[in-house]
């Protein structure tokens, strides 16, 4: 039982476009949704994060929309560059509990 | 300034053969998390410590042991690796407030099983 669903698996996004990436949950006693960004060879690092108190949650080029009533959070990524080519991982987790990810979303920004 | 030190990165054994990987952290955090992952897939979480208790999870096979020996270090021991074991096995902690709070991941040891 999967309870998180991201998609899509790969994307491919032109400099300067928006990559957007979507994930499901079906535990709605989450209430921890952080993205993690994994470039090859290293180890997921901390992108962003947000609690269902808020609907959106912007750090520079990258936003989180969460929608409570669907279910549902996005990662936005404005102005994609080369360097945002990575995997992202999307996740969640309730009070003292480990984090539960999704499968991963590979993302290549080409010029 | 490594945070979160993964040794060795590459690792090769043979069927069978026990193996040891390894991690330390410059970070003082009481969290220390073992994740398994295979090529395209999502981190699986094996176990967790939270200070010296041990957390297993439900679904990891008992090949897989553990050992945190002070704040600083944790151990991966794999008993006896078979083909289904060649993974990246990450490394992670995370501050005292709390599991959900930011975790900071090694680089990996790359697993490989002849």
């Known amino acids: 039982q999967q309870q998180v669903k991201q998609s899509p698996q790969s994307l491919i996004v032109q400099k300067g476009g928006i990559s957007i990436i979507n994930c499901a949950y079906e535990?709605?006693?989450?209430?921890?949704f952080p993205w993690y960004q994994q470039f090859p060879g290293k180890g997921p690092a901390l992108l962003i994060a947000i609690r269902p108190d808020v609907s959106e949650k912007k750090e520079g080029r990258f936003t989180i929309s969460f929608n409570k009533s669907a279910k549902q959070f996005s990662l936005h990524i404005m102005d994609s560059q080369p360097g945002d080519s990575a995997t992202y991982f999307c996740a969640a987790s309730k009070g003292n509990t480990p984090l539960v990810f999704g499968k991963g979303t590979r993302l290549s920004v080409i010029a | 300034d490594a945070m979160v030190i993964q040794n060795p990165r590459y690792q090769v054994t043979q069927f069978g053969k026990p193996v040891t990987l390894s991690c330390s952290q410059t970070?003082?955090?009481?969290?220390m998390y073992w994740y398994q992952q295979k090529s395209s897939q999502a981190p699986k979480l094996l176990f967790h410590?939270?200070?010296?208790?041990?957390?297993n999870e439900a679904d990891t096979p008992d090949n897989f042991q553990s050992r945190r020996p002070n704040t600083s270090f944790c151990f991966l021991d794999i008993r006896s690796p078979g083909l289904g074991d060649a993974a990246m096995y990450l490394c992670?902690?995370?501050?005292?407030?709390?599991?959900?709070?930011?975790?900071?991941f090694g680089s990996g040891t790359q697993l490989s099983v002849l």
């Open positions: 535990n709605t006693a989450f209430d921890y």
């Open positions: 970070l003082n955090h009481n969290v």
């Open positions: 410590y939270y200070d010296k208790d041990f957390n």
């Open positions: 992670a902690t995370s501050s005292p407030v709390g599991l959900n709070e930011k975790l900071f």
